[in-house]
């Protein structure tokens, strides 16, 4: 297995170039199962969860040609759907199939994801809502079996809770259901924008993009003549490379990016007394006299993602006073919080709340990632600790963070990727 090895106290300066987002790239891979032709998708991120969905996607019988940052998909020879258990035990996202597949061949087996160490991260309001769809849905030996021999229905489902991947799988089994689907409580991350966007400019008629509200038009099982597209940037890579800078509070501009998906991200900021400059493809972070302690509750986009939550809580390590992040989202996302305690972090925890005493002096030591955002968290405490620090089990950050450490060499940090 690799681990990382970093030198503390750097100084950071340059550019970062930040890549496709992974959690946009997913469901849009997905989405070529409604497609009548190739499906070509650039701006790919070149990270192992898409590595995994590919893996799925021909053992299921596509044809997919992938270059480093692009693939082109043709899903014409698939006959049925039976994602297994070894493919999505490694990555839930895989259940992203299970709205296209069963809208397109009325039916298809996919594995039950499980947890992850974040949480339990049910499923339940996906099949809730693709049987209101009309499918009929049994649990059989781990395995989630649909059918809908008569194909989908188009009606309104409310969802008690908002779901990003829940939304995604119910828009595409909408594109091809008979009728439309409305679809209330809807999510409204840019993840799930592009992907209405990209149905929508292929000929699926889809109102309410971006809002709470969407109304998809279903084609009653036609395929769709989808168009080439490039992934949008990574909005949660781009605002943990912006840790970086403010962690070592110091000038830091990453390009590639749009600020627009990160506003809640940037006001925190500038709350913690950092300069933030945009242009409409780059940010640039600048030091700040002093940083000051910050109060971050997660919650769905456009609040402040949970998926920044460790990095932030990281970053409030190195902030003067007491910092105080509520985790609402998932209920065991604080699994960095024990890592950065080992590297010297004054946190205390009680349930879904982190309190953070800082200033903190930070110690290089071995420390252990448990999830892909957690090890980002460490990455950014090991740029501001003092000494050697060696990042295990980096597994997890390669899921989601394409060249992370030649992103950051080219900017001046001393890391190195090496063998256990
Ligand atoms: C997506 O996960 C992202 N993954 C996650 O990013 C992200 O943390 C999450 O959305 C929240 O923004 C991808 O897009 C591939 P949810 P998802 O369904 O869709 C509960 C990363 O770091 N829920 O929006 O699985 C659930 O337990 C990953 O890149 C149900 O109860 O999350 C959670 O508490 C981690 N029943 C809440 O809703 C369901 O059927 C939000 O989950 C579905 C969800």
Known sequence: MDYLKLQGLQSVSGNIKISGAKNAALPLMAMSILAKNN?????????????????????????????????????SNIKEIIATYDIVKTMRAS???????????????????GGCAIGQRPVDLHLKALEQMGATIEIKSGYIDAKAPDGLKGCEIVFDKITVTGTANIVMAAALANGVTTIVNAAREPEVVQLCEILNQSGVKIDGIGTAVIKVHGNNGELVDMIDFSVIPDRIEAGTYLCAGAILNQELTITNTEPKHLDAVLSKFEEMGFIIQTTDSTITIKPTSSIKPVRITTQEYPAFPTDMQAQFLALATQADGVSIIEERLFENRFM???????????????????????????????????????????????LVA???????????????????????????????????
């Open 386 to 420: 003092d000494g050697e620090t060696n990042v295990h089990r980096i597994y997890h950050l390669d899921r989601g963070y394409e060249s992370l450490e030649t992103k950051l060499e080219n900017v001046g940090v001393n890391i190195k990727r090496l063998k256990e």
């Open 39 to 75: 499906i070509k998708i650039s701006n790919l991120p070149n990270v192992a969860d898409i590595n995994t969905l590919l893996t799925l996607l021909t053992n299921l019988g596509a044809e997919c040609k992938k270059d480093l940052n692009s693939v082109e998909i043709n899903t």
């Open 95 to 113: 259940i992203l199939v299970l709205g296209p597949a069963l809208a397109r061949f009325r039916h298809c087996e996919v594995s039950l994801p």
């Open 336 to 382: 960095h919080v024990s890592e950065l305690q080992r590297m010297g972090a004054d946190i205390t925890l009680n349930g879904h709340t982190a309190t953070i005493n800082g200033r903190s002096k930070l110690s290089g030591t071995d420390v252990m990632a448990t999830d892909l955002r957690a090890s980002s968290a460490l990455i950014l405490a090991a």
